[in-house]
């Protein structure tokens, strides 16, 4: 493999040895570029000798620069190749449960190691060769984000409909021997992977410790759109319950003897139990924040800080905000304690039903333009309406049915806002103030 080079920077290290777009990198030093990542690592030094194709001759070029200097060249993809995509079939995915219709791209399945280092997006496994499971090692790629799921073989295989699923459960045992910091990730199934096989799992990856930094358990996803999948049933309240007392069970012995809560339930657990949610000291550093671990909390207590702020004068003026459903209590509280200090200031909470997929799935990040048109329209209490960022997809203006936030604004006849994710911002804007400089 190699790199084609699609365009060089401007006085760059790369421009003054003559590389131009077309020409294709070969390897430093002997060693093979073969995508964004060998190109970053074995390029970063002062000297070395870079094997180069150009216009059908080997060439070697010796490249001296400032340590750390980019060399400067720029290709097709940000990895330097395709995506890897995903070769299980989990009995829990939830992209084999998207409505028909939707964008070619939301269906891709991608299960990228580099992705992984780059943007913690979870991996499996079982599509990395011996190769890249030294180059983890060797480059120190760290942390990286695993879905493990379960460390029973037999069940892994069976959940993942991938022979390649149990023996690569031997990739966390050399990972941790190589010192290489792993987050982790279990999609609970009722019924499956819970009880004592999440016991049992636990225990496993405790064992790694200290390289096991973290442990998300998430409940799975289930929608609407199942035809021919294997049957799931949803968590209820009880079940909901039994399975977060394990997850608690091993949270307080974590904190007792490391220090740090590292297994961490997701938020959907507590507010489907209907319990309280720990305190911001549970989450640590919040590493599982987008495994949507401790948002709630963090939304909650950043929200209620900017809140308690000083600020001159505020203009009276109502809006309306759009939710999911599992969001909505959190969202609702916070704007009744907005209005009680600001009562010239009222927000309307809508908790959209997600009847897109199905009416089972209650996040925030998969409402669809759809689903708030239909039950929005008419109901506004005013002519701003706040749509939260993370509904939004691609260039940040696209729902996931591709509803544009122009269009949604047309379609109910009032100008829509971006709300930021975070509960300071999300405050700001309801207050109608503009973003601190900075982007805060």
Known sequence: ???????????????????????????????????????????????????VCRDGKLEYLDVSKEEYEPLGCSFKTYLGDEKHSCDNHCMFCFIDQLPPGMRESLYFKDDDERLSFLFGNYITMTNLSEREVDRIIKMHISPIFISVHTTNPQLRVRMMANKRAAETLDYLDRFAKGGIEMNCQLVLCRGINDGDELRR?????????????????????????REGLYHLTPYDAQSAAQTLDILEEYSKKCRAEYGRTIVYPSDEWYLTAGRPLPQAEFYDEYAQLEDGVGMWRLYHDTFL??????????????????????????????????????????????????DYFGGNVSVAGLVTGTDIIRQCKGKLKSRLLGVPEVMLRDEGDRFLDDITVTQLGKELGCRVTILPVDGAGSCRAMLGERKKKGGE
């Open 305 to 354: 800080e900017e809140l308690s702020q000083r600020r001159g004068f505020v203009w009276p003026h109502k809006m309306d905000v759009v939710t999911g459903t599992l969001a909505a209590p959190l969202i609702c509280q916070m704007a009744d304690t907005l209005h009680g200090q600001y009562p010239q200031v009222q927000v309307n909470v809508h908790a959209i039903q997600n």
């Open 201 to 225: 799992t636990l225990d496993d990856l405790l064992a790694l410790r200290p390289q096991v930094g973290s442990i998300a358990a998430v409940p799975a996803g289930v929608t609407s759109y």
């Open 1 to 51: 493999m190699a790199l084609r080079v699609q365009s060089v920077d401007e006085g760059s290290p790369a421009q003054a040895l003559g590389i131009t777009p077309g020409c294709v990198l070969l390897s430093a030093d002997g060693n093979e570029l073969s995508d964004m990542l060998d190109y970053q690592y074995y390029t970063v030094a002062a000297q070395f000798r870079l094997a």
